[in-house]
């Protein structure tokens, strides 16, 4: 199977729906950690962050949700400048947000299976994108991190 293939949102979706539903299926419930205030503002900080780096990606670049492999142009401007991957990073950052507001085993699990999956595609997409551009997506990967900004 090739790498332009394995790079597909649509099966990247249904590979973590499938795996959620089977944490949910298999594993018993039981509470994590207790919800508290501070697990509420950590939830709703997320939630901030999703909004704020989730649809304006999709604005700058209106192909990402097709895949790396048909973006016709390296984009480095808007979140893009910010994180190399703001639609990943906000899915990661929301995911671990839900988790503080439903700490349950089940919810961990599945935040757990989120992010390896959207590591593997991070990193299946960095191949596909340096195959791509070259010389400039390895100068744009050293400005800028990977799916966490910088804060200073």
């Known amino acids: 199977m090739s790498i332009k293939k394995l790079i ?16 949910f299926k298999f594993t018993p419930d039981g509470i994590v950690l207790e919800k508290n205030i501070f697990t509420n503002i950590l939830s709703l900080l997320a939630i901030v962050y999703w909004v704020r780096f989730s649809p304006p990606s999709f604005l700058v ?9 048909k973006t016709e142009k390296l984009i480095q401007s808007g979140v893009y400048k910010i994180v190399r991957h703001p639609i990943y990073s906000a899915d990661i950052v929301l995911g671990w947000g839900i988790f ?11 935040v757990i299976l989120l992010d390896i999956i959207l590591f593997c ?13 070259g010389n400039d997506y390895l100068e744009y990967k050293k400005k800028v991190p990977m799916f966490l900004p910088r804060i200073f």
């Open 8 to 23: 597909n949102p649509p099966f990247m979706i249904f590979l973590i729906l499938v795996g959620i539903g089977l944490i």
């Open 61 to 69: 670049n209106r192909k990402a949700l097709l895949g790396s492999y």
């Open 100 to 110: 503080l507001f439903w700490p349950t085993v089940i919810v961990l699990l599945s």
């Open 121 to 133: 595609w991070m990193h299946l997409e960095e191949k596909v994108l340096i195959e791509k551009f």
